[in-house]
């Protein structure tokens, strides 16, 4: 059985940082790539950081120069590290694990960007 569980998120000030992890299991890890998105209220849900199972990474415009997506084959885990979050960044951030067109989801988790 495939799960991806995501952990923490939370409450941060503009200007804060926060480092997501997401835990796998029930999958080759190393040859899945790996993402994160994020909904908003009233969203759709969009692409924030992915990487690929060769280390390739690609990003949102918006979110450039602010996060960081890595990954630890040894471990398991994808981490998103959100620095200089703003308002705008709040949302239900998801882990994903894709390979050949097939895709895993995790349940999220909730960051919130406020004073």
């Known amino acids: 059985q495939v799960q991806l569980v995501e952990s923490g998120g939370g409450l941060v000030q503009p200007g804060g940082s926060l480092r997501l992890s997401c835990a796998a299991s029930g999958i080759v890890f190393s040859i899945y790539d790996m993402g994160w998105y994020r909904q908003a209220p009233g969203k759709q849900r969009e692409l924030v950081a992915r990487?690929?199972?060769?280390?390739?990474?690609n990003y949102a415009d918006s979110v450039k120069g602010r996060f960081t997506i890595s990954r630890d084959n040894a471990k398991n885990t994808v981490n998103l590290q959100m620095d200089s979050l703003e308002p705008e960044d709040t949302a239900v951030y998801y882990c994903?694990?894709?390979?050949?067109?097939?895709?895993?989801w995790g349940k999220g988790t909730l960051v919130t960007v406020s004073s």
């Open positions: 990487i690929t199972s060769r280390g390739k990474t």
């Open positions: 994903s694990a894709s390979e050949d067109g097939m895709y895993y």
